[in-house]
């Protein structure tokens, strides 16, 4: 019987919809954001769902303002899951004025 492990799964929802939402924001966007947290951090986007921050940080110099458009993308393509009380706090990370890495 395979054991049903709710963070790995939430996880698993957070990097495709990061994933999602930057491949629609531009085809380039994905190959850009990953090459910057892996060169400004040493991480990959699976690390960015205990880690928000690297990816806000990312998004807000690569994009400016236009962060908040992938942000927005990002919850739509959580649909229903936005309310799950990890996803939701990843979600609040990403979406806060605070820049908690300077």
């Known amino acids: 019987m395979v054991e049903y492990d709710d963070d790995k ?4 929802l957070v990097i495709l919809a990061i994933e999602e939402a930057l491949i ?3 085809n380039a966007s994905y190959e850009i954001v990953v090459n910057k947290l892996l060169s400004d951090f040493g991480c990959y986007i699976s690390d960015c769902y205990k880690n928000p921050a690297y990816l806000k940080k990312t998004l807000v110099i690569l994009y400016g303002d236009a962060h908040n458009d992938i942000v927005q993308s ?3 393509h959580l649909g229903e899951y936005v309310t799950r009380k990890d996803i939701s706090k990843f979600l609040h990370k990403l979406a806060s ?3 908690d890495i300077e």
């Open 9 to 12: 799964m939430q996880k698993a």
């Open 24 to 26: 629609e924001f531009n």
């Open 97 to 99: 004025n605070k820049h």
């Open 74 to 76: 990002i919850k739509q």
